[in-house]
């Protein structure tokens, strides 16, 4: 093991091993290949390049070097072409903060089964008046970033869950195929994580219809990971143990508190603006210390349904891990 991999168990350490192909021995020769090819691409401004920077993209690439460079290339790219967007990028930037004490995203206490961290998103709570679009986007690319700093969710990854109950047609009508195609530059494309797994639920049929719209976007290892439960929870239940998920999606945890993520990510500051968040799940209070925020999800045998839900949403043989 190398310093690189310091705090990592050896159960994530074989993980990595074995379905990224991190092998310690050569750790550094893949770091500094990676690093050679920067060369190549002279246009673009590569702000950070230290080893422990350039091994999230090379574990996000399952250490295909090419891959991880062009990712690389990608995340930085991204940037420049979106400055606004990235101008203050900080926990207390107005519009962010915004975002964030709305629940823009959420994020669980306990990682699910295979280690992997789960984020919610409560699309009826997107006041349209009060956030935009981008600087939604903006809050959950700073989430990540903070997130992806734990090399164990470099390793294990990430869940999404987005609850569309109660989303208006007018709030869709707002989703727009350009800001729809920023997202998915920024989180597809452009960003070192090993997403596991989409999941919609409670949407509605324009939700569906979105989703057509969007589906040439998508890589097809994308398409593979978006699953359209509706209101069928045995379905995602079957992805995700209940004992993971709070009761809003049918699980044995208590409901989510909008602002459990907010007060970490912005600490004193998070009460300046207390009186707009949303209430309707705020059922339990959690303590400031992010390291609550880590601990992990025992795995717990259940009785998997038998359940209907859209064609070819689950297909895969893995249910949890990750193919290239």
């Given amino acids: ?27 550094h020769q893949d770091i500094q290949q990676v690093r050679d090819m920067i060369i190549t691409r002279p246009d673009i ?8 920077f350039i091994l999230r993209f090379l574990r996000a690439r399952k250490f295909h070097q090419t891959d991880a460079f062009r990712l690389l290339a990608q995340y930085f790219q991204y940037r420049q072409l979106n400055l606004d967007m990235f101008k203050n990028f900080k926990a207390d930037d107005p519009g962010i903060k915004r975002a964030l004490i709305d629940g823009f ?7 699910d089964h295979y280690g992997r961290k789960i984020l919610l998103l409560f699309a ?3 006041d349209q008046s009060r956030n935009s679009f981008t600087d939604i986007l903006r809050a959950i690319l700073l989430s990540l970033e903070v997130l992806i700093e734990d090399q164990e969710l470099q390793i294990n990854g990430f869940i999404l869950i987005i609850d569309w109950s109660n989303f208006s047609f007018k709030q869709a009508s707002k989703l727009t195929p350009s800001i729809l195609k920023l997202a998915i530059e920024g989180l597809q494309d452009s960003f070192p994580a090993r997403f596991g797994g989409v999941h919609f639920v409670n949407q509605p049929w324009y939700i569906h219809a ?4 969007i589906k040439p976007f998508l890589k097809d290892k994308t398409r593979k990971r978006i699953f359209l439960h509706g209101n069928n929870l045995n379905s995602l239940h079957q992805l995700i143990h209940p004992e993971c998920l709070p009761s809003e999606f049918g699980g044995t945890l208590p409901p989510y508190d909008m602002g459990t993520w907010a007060r970490t990510l912005l600490g004193p500051d998070y009460s300046d603006e207390n ?6 799940y705020n059922a339990m209070h959690v303590k400031h210390s992010s390291s609550n925020l880590e601990r992990g999800c025992s795995p717990k045998h259940m009785t998997r349904s038998q359940s209907v839900v859209e064609p070819g949403t689950l297909k895969h043989e893995e249910l949890g891990h990750y193919s290239k």
Avoid: C
């Fill in 1 to 27: 093991m190398t310093h690189l991999q310091t705090g990592l168990s050896p159960e994530t350490i074989e993980k990595a091993r074995l379905e990224l192909n991190e092998n310690p021995d050569v750790l």
């Fill in 45 to 52: 401004g590569f702000l950070r390049t230290d080893d422990a």
């Fill in 105 to 111: 995203p959420g994020v669980l206490e306990k990682r």
């Fill in 124 to 126: 009826a709570n997107w």
């Fill in 210 to 213: 979105l989703y057509t719209l």
């Fill in 275 to 280: 009186e707009y968040t949303h209430t309707s």
